[in-house]
């Protein structure tokens, strides 16, 4: 019997040194009861482990089992795959949440807002930062659209197994009308349960994947159009994401004041450090926490 939770949480812990334990923190601060939070631990591939965590009851573990590819792009999504494949025959849950460790959540209501998304069009298998920015431009797909072609031209016959996997779900998603390289960026995407649900009964989740230049993010892309549902864009600039690949897309006070509620990368923005950063959402955080005692006496 598999646990009903509104949102689960997979969050990839590597050994690059972000201050995973706040981000942590802001996602135990800003999501609802109703969870399980899965840490995928990719630091014990290096001899190490993950520090210890405060192990509240709704947050597990998920070791990778060995031998698994070990580069930054398809081997992330191999194993986060598996992560996905475990955590749903555990659980139930209404939506997946998958962020970095250097994004952040930055305020309660996320569910709230993705339930409305999915539930206003039931094809919407994926929400993110997907084809326009913060800023409202449009977002620049050519790179992972040329390695995609590279992969599957005859370039690709270097490694006939590589190309025929890599084929076959460009072909199945270009049934649904997908766009080589269309692509939500991996910082923090929501899937719809329905959407992940079916990946994981399709066996995508079980492709092993060979070692390419497909970023994470540009095969859960693809695979999601593949299953038949589509990607929403939820990070432009009204919408409750503010998503770059580098640094900051605004200053953290204006990303409180506008309300967001995710962010991606607290790494830097213009001369304030990653430190910086965190300290200032932290202390938004806090004062959070303050008044919400304050306004239950509880």
């Given at each position: 019997?598999?646990?009903?939770?509104?949102?689960?949480?997979?969050?990839?812990?590597?050994?690059?040194?972000?201050?995973?334990?706040?981000?942590?923190?802001?996602?135990?601060?800003?999501?609802?009861?109703?969870?399980?939070?899965?840490?995928?631990?990719?630091?014990?591939?290096?001899?190490?482990?993950?520090?210890?965590?405060?192990?509240?009851?709704?947050?597990?573990?998920?070791?990778?089992?060995?031998?698994?590819?070990?580069?930054?792009?398809?081997?992330?999504?191999?194993?986060?795959?598996?992560?996905?494949?475990?955590?749903?025959?555990?659980?139930?849950?209404?939506?997946?949440?998958?962020?970095?460790?250097?994004?952040?959540?930055?305020?309660?209501?996320?569910?709230?807002?993705?339930?409305?998304?999915?539930?206003?069009?039931?094809?919407?298998?994926?929400?993110?930062?997907?084809?326009?920015?913060?800023?409202?431009?449009?977002?620049?797909?050519?790179?992972?659209?040329?390695?995609?072609?590279?992969?599957?031209?005859?370039?690709?016959?270097?490694?006939?197994?590589?190309?025929?996997?890599?084929?076959?779900?460009?072909?199945?998603a270009r049934a649904h009308g997908y766009v080589d390289g269309e692509h939500a960026l991996g910082g923090a995407v929501i899937f719809g349960g329905a959407a992940i649900g079916a990946m994981d009964r399709y066996g995508?989740?079980?492709?092993?994947?060979?070692?390419?230049?497909?970023?994470?993010?540009?095969?859960?892309?693809?695979?999601?159009?593949?299953?038949?549902?589509?990607?929403?864009?939820?990070?432009?600039?009204?919408?409750?994401?503010?998503?770059?690949?580098?640094?900051?897309?605004?200053?953290?006070?204006?990303?409180?004041?506008?309300?967001?509620?995710?962010?991606?990368?607290?790494?830097?923005?213009?001369?304030?450090?990653?430190?910086?950063?965190?300290?200032?959402?932290?202390?938004?955080?806090?004062?959070?926490?303050?008044?919400?005692?304050?306004?239950?006496?509880?």
């Open positions: 019997m598999r646990t009903k939770v509104r949102i689960a949480i997979v969050v990839p812990v590597g050994p690059c040194g972000d201050d995973y334990h706040d981000t942590l923190d802001s996602v135990l601060s800003y999501t609802d009861r109703s969870r399980v939070i899965v840490i995928m631990d990719d630091v014990a591939r290096t001899g190490q482990s993950l520090a210890d965590l405060t192990d509240p009851p709704d947050l597990v573990v998920y070791r990778p089992p060995a031998g698994l590819p070990d580069n930054a792009y398809s081997g992330l999504w191999v194993k986060l795959a598996a992560a996905y494949h475990w955590l749903l025959e555990r659980y139930e849950p209404e939506m997946v949440l998958r962020l970095d460790t250097d994004a952040l959540l930055l305020g309660p209501g996320i569910e709230v807002l993705a339930e409305r998304a999915f539930a206003a069009d039931p094809g919407l298998g994926l929400l993110g930062s997907y084809r326009i920015g913060p800023d409202g431009g449009q977002r620049d797909i050519s790179w992972p659209a040329r390695q995609l072609r590279v992969l599957a031209g005859a370039r690709g016959l270097v490694h006939p197994g590589q190309r025929s996997l890599i084929r076959h779900y460009r072909r199945l995508f989740f079980a492709s092993t994947w060979p070692d390419v230049m497909l970023g994470e993010d540009h095969i859960t892309s693809m695979l999601t159009i593949a299953a038949g549902y589509r990607i929403g864009d939820f990070g432009g600039p009204d919408d409750p994401m503010a998503l770059k690949w580098i640094g900051l897309p605004s200053h953290p006070a204006d990303l409180l004041a506008g309300g967001k509620l995710i962010t991606h990368s607290v790494r830097s923005w213009q001369d304030l450090d990653e430190a910086q950063i965190r300290a200032i959402f932290a202390d938004a955080r806090n004062r959070n926490q303050i008044e919400g005692q304050m306004a239950d006496p509880r």
